[in-house]
Nanobody, 125 residues
Framework: QVQLAESGGGLVPAGNSLRLSCTAS????????MGWFRQVPGKEHEFVAA????????YYADSVKGRFTISADNAKNTVYLQMNSLKPEDTAVYSC??????????????????WGQGTQVTVSS
């Protein structure tokens, strides 16, 4: 069983930055990527970004391109989400996820087998 531990959420004013971290307890053949989703009350999980472990391909939602950067430290089983120029609409619970994806499926939550508890990000206007 893979456990994911997130950190780095908080409350910031619009225009500021935050960095989220997510560390996996172990690696498994069932995982080739880690990513971030976000969710607000009453809505489905929204894909934010993902990175594959071997070739380092990155994927981003259009809403965060140019502002967010995902990166991975494979030696530490850790993925980071650097969030710059934050907007109030970025407010959500951000969850780390790990699974087996490809360039067609990276944005589907059901492709991710393992999920963290989530961390709240609140951006004030």
């Amino acid at each position: 069983q893979v456990q994911l531990a997130e950190s780095g959420g908080g409350l910031v004013p619009a225009g500021n930055s935050l960095r989220l971290s997510c560390t996996a307890s172990t690696r498994t053949f069932r995982i080739n990527a880690m990513g971030w989703f976000r969710q607000v009350p009453g809505k489905e999980h929204e894909f934010v970004a993902a990175v594959t472990d071997i070739d380092g391909n990155t994927y981003y939602a259009d809403s965060v391109k140019g502002r967010f950067t995902i990166s991975a430290d494979n030696a530490k089983n850790t993925v980071y989400l650097q969030m710059n120029s934050l907007k109030p609409e970025d407010t959500a619970v951000y969850s780390c996820a790990a699974g087996a994806i490809n360039s067609y499926t990276y944005h589907y939550p059901n492709q991710y087998r393992y999920w963290g508890q989530g961390t709240q990000v609140t951006v004030s206007s």
